[in-house]
């Protein structure tokens, strides 16, 4: 019979706790007029008058010419951007060219150091062959 006292005993302070925590957050918001002039002045900053909105677009229609300035700098903007993709593909390019290089390299030193091993594992200790011996004009 104690259990089921504790059992609601626990229950019944765990509800007063969440109604007083309800009552604390609901305090803290404040007033209902608060919260309209928040929204009001977030509204401000997210959307502009009408006149400023009309001016905005006659100024700027889609099919009205670009002024010098912004082809200009729409240029400038092409050209930097197609010369980075060239210094990347260039270095690209370059580093592929040094490793072709050195793969060569190692496989040539791989071939020499091959055959002369079969040179000095073949040599009798006379005369080299005919064929090591023959000039190339």
């Not at 490793?99 to 040599?123: C, G, L, N, P």
């Amino acid at each position: 019979m104690t259990w089921k006292q504790v059992l609601l005993l626990s229950c019944l302070s765990g509800m007063v706790l969440l109604s007083m925590l309800r009552e604390g957050t609901s305090a803290s918001v404040g007033s209902r007029q608060v919260a309209e002039e928040s929204q009001h002045g977030v509204r401000q900053k997210i959307f502009m008058q009408e006149s400023d909105a009309s001016n905005f677009l006659k100024r700027r229609s889609k099919r009205s010419p670009k002024s010098r300035d912004e082809v200009n700098v729409e240029n400038r903007q092409k050209l930097r951007a197609d010369e980075l993709r060239r210094e990347y593909y260039e270095e690209q390019r370059n580093e592929f060219e040094n490793f072709v290089e050195e793969q060569k390299d190692e496989q040539e030193e791989r071939s020499r150091e091959a055959v002369e091993q079969w040179r000095q594992w073949h040599y009798d200790g006379l005369f080299p062959s005919y064929l090591y011996n023959r000039h190339h004009i």
